[in-house]
């Protein structure tokens, strides 16, 4: 099959679940005789079309910040790429299969005429629903527009792919909808060594202010009282980079807490992890929570939140590999504390071979 995945982003360039889902699914389904092509924002220098291990990368346009200085997804750039990949969808040969990925959910109309004129299989893959979070996120009266457009994307997704049953849930739709979860790269598992040094708690993830990296700040400092030399590494880029620099200074422990930017590799995010005792995801916000899994793949247990719009927490069994806690600073420094001493084994299940045959045998369906 010609199969093409669209997103604005895009693996390495960027580092995000959804990057990270299309780059190594995209990858199994080329081995497994595929012709797979990823319409995305153009991140190289060259031409419009790159290939990269056997999958070919479409540049749409260049890419301007895909977030505002708010920290929020800019809409205008969302609407360009959408705009823009009908010209260049419709010149291209016809794909048997395109999935598009929900967000930011411009896109998902141009698939669906793209879809109607050349007769593709249109399929789009929903990471997370935000229904009334729109409000939260945007306020009024924009966040009713986005309300508005997620729901007018959600009529327009003729198959639909979740990747947990989480979103599937917060769907409420009526059509059928296939689970296809993400997966764990566990050949950069294997291969990865713990560090040299070691920390007691870490956190991968953009710095956004949904994923309250600043209470999980404030959960170091109440911990520092009991463990004066707790150690805390904060990996991840974004808006709210500096604001959690100057926080951790201004609560004292700028000497416990070590940040690093984006990893260059996944395998880095492992010996990272192995070298760590407890992950802490504080997100009000998860559509999936990759990192739970690959913390857990690691014998980590994970400390992650009660929000409703958090899917982690549907992978998080309390007192078995990890725990749930209300999002505060007390509550979170108890759930650290209580899972160091907290024995994980280790799980095998996500393997992206496996879940790139279950979604070849959906394309199909």
Known sequence: MRIVFVYDAVYPYTKGGVEKRVYELSKELDSRGHEVHVFCLKFWEGGQVTEREGVYLHGICDPAPLYTKEGRRSILGSIKFAVMLLPTLLKEKRFDVIDCQNFPYFPVLSCRFISAVKGSKLFITWHEFW???????????????????????????????????????????????????????????EKAKPLKKRFDVIFVGRLIREKNVDMLLRAIALLKSRYPRIRCCIIGEGPERQRIIELASSLGVERNVEFHKFLKTHEQVFSYLKSSQVLVLPSSREGFGMIVLEANACGVPVVTVEAEGNAAKEFVRDGVNGKVVPLSPETLANGIEESFSMKVKPIKEYNWKNIAKKLGRVYNA
């Open 131 to 189: 229904g009334d979070y729109w409000h939260e996120y945007l306020g009024w009266p924009i966040g009713v527009f986005g309300k508005m457009v997620e729901r007018l994307a959600l009529s327009l997704s003729p198959r639909i792919i979740s990747v947990s049953e989480f979103t599937k849930m917060k769907l409420k739709t009526n059509k059928r909808v296939y689970v296809i979860p993400n997966g764990l790269d566990y050949g950069s598992l």
